[in-house]
């Protein structure tokens, strides 16, 4: 505490952000003036338990619970404490929404994750993770149904790409290596304006609230260069989608427990059992890793964003690819695919988590690897290697969810109940209106 107010001081913070993700997969919060940043630590700041039944449109469903009567505390994680540089005087903390008397609330979905870190730490591990973020950069014209223009037109990691995002990419870089987020590598993705950022894993927890500082980073840079930049999964109907693969692995003891020399394509034996969960989950799952509408248009054949239940050694079209070993160490980890920057990071990873768990405890196998394009493969071919199209909507992956036993119950209530309603209401909103009006909500919001 002392070290954030010193921080605070030094720093010329006035105002610390409170954030947390909602059910729309929206980020939110309030934010404390340094002079009582002491005291809102303590007792967070008040909300209304409605708003994590609102959705991206900023309309209320009604969820029992969720009223105009009943509060919560955003109460920030003090750990999370950083300056946010593209925000001259503003900070930003990570919260958890908790009852007025400071026990957690069943409506957080920060509380979720770490609720599924502590049922994996109980059968002995950690999961390290790190999304790997793609999103659109361009300029915003127009207010009323404004239209989005990319800043180029450049060719997939070509160097031309490299010039053209320069100025934004290294304030981007310094801006998040200044908050402690680890970047890795950046390329000109293959989208027109679309760039990957990805950064350093982390602890489960860390790794999501990284996520969330990072949307908040990739946009606050880009509006402070004039520009505009979207994590919508498909900001333009024609153009490839932005996605958020998953990088994940188990530890134990320091280690990671997905190594094993002598295992097929050198991952464990605990590795298949996790990645045998996340494929008996899969339909239900990916309601909460492509959480919105849009996701859907991007989740689709033949663009490497993992539409068939299947895995593979670095196979790209396959949900979750092996991924080669790397380094001295022979480090593994699965890459989840159909995931986006649309959903909230705490439910995404923490229903993550709870698939690979059903897996581990009950000692699941993997079916047999694929190694094609499962596009290629012919209806029959598919049904006989248990390959089958993901949901083609998000109204489908929450039907899945909704049928899910073992992730609803993780979920646990309110929460099952707010966010299938939060989300039925986002595609009740969008079946009104056509691609465009979808595209453009989607690019303003994410
Ligand atoms: N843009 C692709 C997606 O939507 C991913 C491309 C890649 O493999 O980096 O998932
Ligand atoms: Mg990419």
């Not at 209320?60 to 005087?89: N, Q």
């Not at 333009?236 to 990088?247: I, K, R, T, V, Y």
């Not at 996701?295 to 396959?318: H, I, K, M, Q």
């Not at 695919?337 to 995404?348: I, W």
Request: charged share 20%; proline share 7%; net charge negative.
């Amino acid at each position: 505490m002392e070290e954030v107010l010193r921080r605070a001081l030094d720093e010329h913070v006035s105002l610390t952000r409170f954030l947390y993700a909602d059910h729309g997969g929206i980020i939110r919060g309030k934010a404390a003036a340094t002079a009582r940043l002491a005291e809102r630590i303590e007792s967070g700041i008040g909300h209304t338990r409605a708003m994590m039944a609102m959705s991206m449109m900023d309309e209320l469903s009604a969820v029992d619970g969720m009223g105009p009567v009943g509060e919560v505390r955003i109460k920030p994680d003090i750990s999370t404490f950083t300056p946010l540089p593209y925000a001259p005087g503003a900070a930003a903390m990570l919260a958890d929404q908790v009852l007025p008397d400071g026990a957690p609330w069943d409506g957080c979905a920060r509380t979720l994750l770490k609720q599924a870190i502590s049922d994996l730490a109980d059968e002995g591990y950690e999961l390290r993770a790190s999304f790997e973020p793609e999103f659109t950069l361009g300029h915003r014209e127009g207010h009323e149904s404004a239209a989005l223009r990319p800043i180029d037109e450049s060719l997939c990691y070509s160097s031309t790409g490299f010039h053209l995002a320069h100025d934004y990419t290294i304030d981007l870089v310094a801006a998040l290596n200044e908050q402690g987020l680890e970047v890795e590598h950046y390329y000109p993705e293959l989208g027109h304006g679309q760039q990957e950022v990805p950064i350093r894993y982390a602890a489960a927890l860390r790794a999501a609230d990284n996520h969330v500082l990072l949307r908040e980073t990739v946009r606050g840079v880009a509006i402070r260069h004039g520009l505009w930049a979207s994590f919508a999964p498909k900001p333009f109907p024609d153009q490839a989608g932005n996605g958020a693969h998953l990088h994940a692995s188990l530890w134990r003891d320091g280690a990671n427990a997905f190594v094993d020399p002598n295992g097929r394509f050198g991952m464990s034996t605990v590795g298949y059992r996790f990645l045998a969960g996340v494929l008996a989950h899969l339909p239900a799952l990916v309601a909460l890793t492509c959480g919105s509408v849009n996701s859907y248009r991007r989740l689709v054949p033949r663009t490497w964003s993992g539409a068939f239940t299947c895995w593979g050694p670095d196979n790209r079209e396959a949900a979750v690819r092996v991924c080669s070993p790397i380094g001295a160490h022979g480090s593994v980890n699965l890459e989840f695919k159909p995931s986006d920057s649309s959903g909230n990071p705490y439910l995404a990873l923490g229903g993550f988590i709870y698939a690979g768990l059903d897996g581990l405890r009950r000692c699941l196998s993997p079916p047999e690897p694929l190694s094609v394009d499962p596009a290629v493969l012919s209806p029959a071919e598919r049904s006989e290697l248990s390959v089958s199209p993901l949901p083609s909507s998000l109204s489908e992956a929450l039907n899945a969810l909704e049928a899910d036993s073992v992730l609803m119950s993780a979920l646990g209530s309110p929460r099952s109940t707010a966010y299938l309603a939060v989300k039925r209401s986002e595609v009740t909103h969008f079946a009104k209106h056509d691609a465009a009006y979808e595209c453009y909500h989607h690019w303003m919001k994410f």
